[in-house]
């Protein structure tokens, strides 16, 4: 508008000159050339005026666009305003009620559980339940010549066996676990078992760094040198039987015992010593087979049993039939000289005892026993040695030692896949019964005069065993075992023995 | 004699109560009984430590079973279980724990 104004002011200016200068001319008498000249550039100017202004209204209209566009965009921008700040609201209510829960947890948090509830709370807490478990079916083909019974109490030329048990473990906190181990079995006597052992709770305590206590009560695994509770599943075990040593009659000691134990593993690493294990139990006392308690008239309460007569080599049996009468007492020592992570292997030495009245009249049975197990890469080699002295009433003894040596070799260095997971195991076993009657009027003492040998076939059973393991995962294993066992009734059989196991 | 036999079981029941009383005192006693949380590098060294110990500790009785084969949460009770039955330190347990638990959650 501005520049228009000044346009038409320039008009009115520029007649203005002309009317005054025309008549000036014309009175000084200028020539019409000059006022030709002037007329023109008083039309170009006119022109260029004319441009000026149609390039003005153009720019205005351009500028009206631009408004109109801005005001577009400011509308357009209050609409987003009005939602923002509507969020923003919402936001701010959900905030307070955040804040309003925060306050509640804190007030919540802030009030001191109660000693008794904390206690709860860390007993009771984190429970912890899982099953694991282990099966195996094996076959026995039996070539003795004569139908007397072996140490699997087994008159059959063959047989198939099979065991299992479910392992359940319940852990009620870091301290406080129970372990069940429901099972079932089977042997060739046309008899099938459903036990519980080891069943027990235990008791986690770890009184300083480098010193672990367990307090066992229960049923479990006899901690006497290695075999009950290291070895004698059937996944874990190289061999398809169990050593003649530990196979029932010759048994030094029961392969699980009911009370209470405790265990120890003290950690000697700061003084480059490995680490050391113990155990200590007590349980109901140490019975055989021809010890049978006699019935009382008081529920509960046996009274002492009569003196002899005693079966000599009568097997040791579980004591779960004369209780509350003498206990037996026991304890193992273990040593890993190695320690537990040596370049050299794992190297495991112990010494282990069981003792106890067994008949409840004073008359002991004290065992003892050693163990070794060397483990280096796929080389193992482990052995036990055990024994038992039962004193018997009269001028007799019946004493058992018995042991066994394992080696195994694992393929896993030497054949390519799948042979590589082969394993070549043999083990010697054998077992000792001495028993006898002697001259009272020759021995010094009831067990001095007593020679070995007896006059019952099963005294000196011998066996010497041979075979591979496939192990087609670490838990899944097919076996196939050739053995030789020789007793006391000077006859020898051949026995073949195959069987699958899993552990799960 | 019969009073001699009577005053020997009363200091075994004496002698028992000390024995479960001086248990139950190991058993409240702090130390060591809250297992303070490893740090990444203590963790990196235990789980080093656990790889060593894994394939000879197992592998003593029997085969050294993967950690694949049991979820973290089952091997925390097989560990457990295991440090009865096998008799190992706490550290070794631990550190075998870690290197088995690895398998489902690899260490930083």
């Not at chain 1, 014309?26 to 260029?48: M, P, V």
């Not at chain 1, 479910?166 to 129970?178: C, G, Q, S, W």
């Not at chain 1, 009245?357 to 049975?365: A, E, I, L």
Request: glycine residues 8%; hydrophobic residues 40%.
């Amino acid at each position: 508008m501005g520049r228009e104004r000044s346009a038409i002011a320039g008009l009115l200016v520029t007649a203005f000159l002309l009317g005054i200068s025309a008549p000036c001319a014309f009175a000084a008498g200028s020539s019409s050339a000059d006022e030709a000249a002037a007329l023109s550039q008083i039309k170009r100017e006119i022109n260029q005026l004319q441009v000026d202004r149609q390039s003005d209204l153009k720019h205005i209209q351009q500028l009206e666009h631009q408004v109109d566009e801005i005001q577009g965009r400011n509308q357009e921008l209050e609409k987003i305003n009005d939602q923002l700040s509507k969020q923003q609201a919402a936001q701010r209510d959900s905030q307070l009620k955040s804040a309003k829960q925060i306050q509640s947890i804190q007030a919540q948090v802030a009030k001191a559980p109660s000693v008794v509830s904390s206690t709860f709370e860390n007993w009771f807490g984190s429970h912890r339940f899982t099953v694991l478990g282990d099966a195996d079916m094996s076959y026995f083909w039996n070539g003795r010549h004569t139908n007397t019974t072996d140490d699997y109490n087994n008159p059959n030329n063959n047989s198939f066996i099979f065991d299992t048990e479910a392992i359940i473990l319940y852990n009620v906190n870091d301290k406080l676990n129970f372990v069940f181990t429901p099972g079932y079995s089977e042997d060739a006597s046309n008899s099938g078992s459903f036990d519980c052992a080891p069943c027990y709770g235990d008791f986690l305590m770890t009184p300083t760094r480098n010193l672990n206590l367990d307090l066992e009560l229960g049923r479990f695994d006899m901690p006497f040198n290695d075999y009950f509770e290291d070895y004698a599943v059937g996944w874990i075990k190289q061999t398809v039987d169990d050593p003649i040593a530990y196979a029932g009659v010759n048994s030094i000691v029961p392969d699980t015992a009911d009370g209470v134990m405790l265990r120890a593993t003290y950690d000697m690493s700061q003084w480059h010593a490995g680490f050391m294990d113990s155990v200590a139990y007590v349980v109901n006392g140490p019975r055989f087979a021809d010890t049978s308690p006699q019935p009382s008239s008081l529920p509960g309460i046996l009274p002492k049993p009569p003196v002899g007569p005693f079966v000599p080599g009568a097997p040791l049996i579980e004591n779960q039939v004369d209780l509350n009468r003498a206990k037996g007492y026991g304890g193992r020592v273990r040593f890993y000289p190695l320690g537990d992570a040596s370049e050299y292997g794992l190297l495991r030495i112990g010494a282990s005892t069981f003792d106890g009245n067994w008949d409840g009249n004073g008359h002991y049975y004290l065992s003892w026993g050693l163990a070794a197990n060397y483990v280096y890469d796929v080389f193992r080699i482990r052995a036990e040695y055990m024994n038992g002295d039962r004193q018997v009433p009269g001028p007799t003894s019946d004493r058992r030692d018995g042991w066994y040596m394992l080696a195994g070799y694992s393929m896993a260095h030497l054949l390519p896949a799948p042979f590589n997971r082969l394993e070549l195991f043999g083990m010697y076993s054998g077992a000792d019964h001495r028993y006898c009657n002697v001259n009272p009027s020759v021995y010094g003492g009831p067990y001095q005069a007593c020679v070995a040998g007896g006059a019952s076939p099963i005294t000196q059973p011998r066996e010497y065993a041979t075979g591979f393991d496939y192990w087609i995962t670490p838990s899944l294993v097919y076996k196939l075992e050739g053995t030789i066992q020789s007793s006391g009734d000077n006859h020898v059989d051949p026995q073949v023995l195959t069987s699958v196991a899993v552990g799960f | 004699m019969k009073r001699g036999e009577a005053a020997m079981h009363h200091a075994i029941r004496w002698t028992i109560l000390a024995l479960l009383m001086f248990v139950i005192l190991l058993a409240s006693w702090p130390v060591g009984a809250q297992a303070r949380p490893l740090s990444p590098a203590e963790r990196r060294q235990a789980f080093i430590r656990g790889a060593r110990v894994w394939p000879v500790a197992c592998a003593s009785c029997h085969k050294a079973r993967p950690g694949s084969e049991f979820s973290p949460d089952q091997w925390k009770l097989i560990m457990r279980h295991m440090q009865i039955r096998a008799q190992l330190p706490a550290r070794d347990i631990q550190a075998v724990l870690i290197y088995l638990q690895s398998a489902h959650q690899p260490p930083q």
